[in-house]
């Protein structure tokens, strides 16, 4: 009597798996859980990239001033928003930058010139503060046995407080005298002026620059 070969009954509480495929045969793809309620999210697609021409800040016109042992970067700039002043300070492996809309880059030449003169001017012109937008600007002239300086400090904007020490840059005031011709020159553009696109160099302060003066600054801030 010839054995027969039993089925093992599948087991009882729960499905029956799949029959395995033929060998050489893929398996099919198991399709994503539907959760209850509805059918799977969409995928989201990634942001596009921003295009190649996108708009940004454009330099105008440039100066460079060394004054004593410091340098400092006058750009102005101009973006959708409109045109504007940013004064950078680098001195002793610090940077600090302050951020001046149009409005104000005249009185800051007017500053400049009228301490480069040693004060004769229009009395108006020692009034040393300035509102402009939401920020105020202030001026203020210290002495320390180093030399003199003017103390420069922007408050409001995105950072609580900036600050730029300028040397007077010894005899007749040559530091401020550099200042006010710059500044004279970027108000020109503001006024109405395409602006160069490019670079301008003054140097000029004591000859014995590194041990002329020591200032402060305050941290890097970002323009905006």
Request: charged letters at 20%.
């Amino acid at each position: 009597m010839e054995a027969t070969a039993s089925k093992e009954a599948p087991s009882r509480g729960g499905p029956v798996p799949p029959p395995a495929p033929p060998q050489g045969v893929p398996m099919p793809p198991i399709p994503a859980p539907v959760p209850p309620g509805g059918a799977p999210p969409a995928p989201q697609p990634h942001p596009p990239a921003p295009p190649a021409n996108a708009p940004t800040d454009i330099l105008v016109t440039s100066r460079t001033l060394k004054v004593e042992a410091k340098l400092f970067y006058l750009d102005l700039k101009e973006n959708p928003r409109g045109r504007y002043l940013k004064i950078t300070e680098k001195s002793y492996g610090q940077r600090s930058t302050i951020i001046v809309p149009e409005q104000g880059v005249g009185w800051f030449a007017d500053m400049f010139a009228f301490h480069a003169s040693g004060g004769d001017g229009a009395p108006g012109l020692a009034v040393e503060e300035l509102q402009v937008e939401n920020k105020a600007f202030f001026f203020d002239v210290g002495e320390n046995p180093r030399g003199r300086f003017l103390k420069v400090s922007e408050r409001g904007g995105p950072a609580t407080r900036s600050l730029l020490i300028v040397p007077d840059g010894g005899e007749a005031n040559a530091g401020w005298a550099q200042f006010a011709h710059a500044l004279t020159h970027i108000n020109d553009v503001v006024k109405g002026g395409d602006g160069d696109g490019g670079e301008g160099v003054e140097s000029g302060g004591r000859s014995s620059a590194g041990d002329a003066y020591v200032g402060g600054g305050g941290n890097e801030q970002v323009d905006g």
